[in-house]
Each structure stands twice: as C-alpha cells, then as structure tokens.
C-alpha cells in the first residue's frame, strides 16, 4: 500500500510546490486543508465502521491526496504548459542538480535518524522513546518551519533575476534575522514548558531533563537559522554542497552518540 500511494502524495508535493512557485500561499493552504481534511473524515468513517487498519488507513491517505490534486487542476490547470523545444535542456539540468538535491535531503533524513538507531541499540528501546517524545515537542514547530521554507525559495530565486547576488544576500540576511529572534523566542518557551508538555502529552513515565531539552531546542533553532543558507546554495544550484554538510553533520551525530 505505501508503493501505491508513494505517486499521488508525490503529485500533491509538486502542486503544492507550483502553488508556492507562482507565489499563491492561498491555493497551497486551500489544498492542504482538502487533503486533510479528506483524509480525516475518512479515517473517522472507517473507525466508526470498523474497518480501520493500517492497510485501509495508507490507502485513504493516498485517495485524499489524488482528490486534491484532481480539484487543483481544475482550477488552475491551464497554467501547466510544455515548451517541448526546452524539455531536453530542462530534463539534463533537473537531473544534474536533482541528484544532489535527493541526496541532501536523504542525508539529511539519515543525520537525524543517527543518534535514534544508536541509543536503541546501546540504551534500549525506553530511552530512545524518551528521546522520540521529547523530540516531537522539541520540533513542534517543523511544520511550520518547512511551509516557510517552500515561500522563501521561490521569494529568493525572484531576488537573484531581479537584482543579482546582492539582492539575494539582502533578502536572506532579513530572513535569518527574522528566524534568529524567532528561534531564541522559541527556545526559551521548549526549555521553559517542554517537560510539562512532554509529561501532559504521553504520560508520567516519560520524564525529560531541562538539558535534554535544551539542546533539542537549540537542534531545531539551527536549522532555522541555517535554513535561508541552504535555500542560497539551492538558487545558485550548489545543492551538492548541502549534502556534503549533511554528510558531515551525520558523521558528527555518530561520533557523538558513541
């Protein structure tokens, strides 16, 4: 079941990606809001029926995000159009930069999964799910941290056609402003009630220390704050040095972990 529905989810990424592209947040939110909400009234219904499994539950997660994009392309299909004088230059250059841009973010799903596979196998699975339950608090706020990154890379590509390097230097130095101050803000909130979170959320047995938190905290603020430098590299189609960095950040969770 997930083989199956691996290709609509990945259709509804690319709509929502054109949305973020013709700099329309609304049609993305409008179809994020369809997909979920399908999804969650059809995991209802099944559970009312009882007829809820993991099976049924992947499938109807798939048949939301193909009843989105079909409403999508409704209404703003006439804004796909195919240039077949550029599809060869365009197909040769995607896959030069496609397979840097896979392995950056395959890296960097690798760099976080790191230190869980390490405590399991050294501390047990109890401390690894500690971690897991202090890490959803933690990152709380990734979400909303990869929506505003699907806005600030189409903003930075405009700012380089408008106005060179310097523009893109200006436009992602205010951005890293903004996600600075908004991190510190952020971390002082987790480290303040995070433990109380952690305990209301999934119980009395999972008890985190303030320092744990601590640095989880400061794990999410980084990637805020180095956010607008990988959607630089990304613009100026260096992406092979965002995998190079997360190739270096995985071997320095492993090290660390040990």
Not at 205 to 229: D, E, G, H, N
Request: glycine residues 8%; hydrophobic residues 55%; positive net charge.
């Amino acid at each position: 079941p997930v083989a199956l529905v691996a290709l609509p989810i990945t259709v509804r990424e690319v709509a929502r990606r054109h949305a973020f592209a013709h700099n329309r947040a609304s049609a993305a939110l409008v179809l994020d809001v369809c997909v979920s909400s399908g999804q969650l009234i059809s995991l209802l219904c099944c559970a009312f029926a009882g007829v809820l499994s993991s099976t049924t539950a992947v499938l109807l997660i798939g048949a939301s995000s193909v009843v989105g994009c079909v409403f999508y392309l409704f209404f703003g299909g006439n804004e796909f159009r195919v240039e077949r004088q550029a599809v060869f230059s365009d197909l040769t250059m995607n896959l030069g930069l496609g397979r840097w841009l896979l392995g950056s973010q395959a890296t960097m799903i690798a760099q976080f999964s790191v230190a869980q596979w390490a405590i399991t196998l050294i501390e047990g699975p109890v401390q690894n799910g500690i971690l897991m339950a202090a890490s959803s608090v933690a990152m709380v706020a990734n979400p909303a941290l990869t929506g505003l990154s699907n806005l600030v890379l189409p903003k930075a590509a405009r700012a380089v056609q408008a106005g060179g390097d310097q523009a893109l230097r200006r436009f992602l130095t205010k951005v890293a402003v903004t996600m600075a101050g908004a991190s510190f803000c952020y971390c002082v909130l987790i480290v303040s009630v995070g433990h109380k979170l952690v305990t209301t959320v999934y119980g009395p047995k999972y008890t985190v220390l303030t320092s744990a938190l601590i640095w989880l905290a400061l794990t999410f603020a980084f990637r805020c704050i180095a956010m607008p430098a990988y959607i630089g590299l990304w613009v100026h189609l260096k992406a092979k040095v965002n995998a190079y960095v997360n190739v270096i950040g995985m071997r320095s969770e492993e090290h660390t972990s040990e």
